[in-house]
């Protein structure tokens, strides 16, 4: 698996040929942020309009898939809750990001583009989102591909506790190679 990074910016997002979008949504926010605020542009206020009505999922790991209809090269966006901003914790989080993973395999999807849920809230470091993310992912199968989108300033601290996660599976894959030699 591949984990790349992305830039906080429509032009970029537009751009990927990703199959699949996913982003958090909490059911306070108001206006919308972040990346999901950027796709609600594209897609002309819809995602706005569809939280205001209740048609999107904003209850921790629900989740709903959103057609582009054209307006993103990427053909699906997935809606995961994130809940109430002053009750999201660590624990939300990595619901969330169970949700967001298990909607990727669900869907087959090969290459995907990702917002970590808390970060578009600013309710941790870039650093402290992808090491939580690295956590909860650990030992799942993933998309060929995984580019997380952020702020372009960020992408440094995050590369290296993704490169750490990186070493520690590749020394568990190794003692795997090994018990199984004996």
């Known amino acids: 698996m591949d984990i790349a990074y992305l830039p906080l910016e429509l032009h970029r997002i537009d751009m990927s040929d990703a199959e699949a979008l996913v982003l958090p949504v909490m059911s306070d926010e108001r206006p919308l ?6 796709i609600d542009w594209r897609l002309c206020g819809r995602l706005s309009r569809w939280l205001k009505e209740g048609h999107l999922p904003t209850q921790i790991g629900r989740a709903s898939l959103i057609p582009t209809e054209g307006r993103l090269l990427c053909e699906r966006i997935i809606i995961v809750g994130a809940g109430e ?6 624990e939300s989080a990595k619901e969330v990001i169970c949700a967001m993973m298990e909607a990727l395999d669900g869907l087959a999807v090969r290459k995907a583009l990702m917002a970590l849920p808390g970060r578009t809230w600013e309710l941790w470091t870039a650093e402290e989102a992808v090491a939580l993310f690295a956590e909860v992912i650990e030992g799942r199968l993933l ?21 750490f996660f990186r070493l520690r599976q590749r020394a568990r894959e190794t003692e795997s190679r090994v018990e199984k030699r004996r």
């Not at 942020?33 to 950027?38: D, E, H, V």
Request: net charge neutral; hydrophobic share 35%; aromatic share 4%.
């Open 33 to 38: 942020r972040g990346a999901t605020s950027l």
């Open 85 to 90: 901003s002053q009750k999201f914790s660590r």
């Open 143 to 163: 998309p060929e591909s995984l580019v997380l989108i952020d702020h372009a300033d960020t992408h440094r601290e995050m590369q290296r506790v993704i490169e």
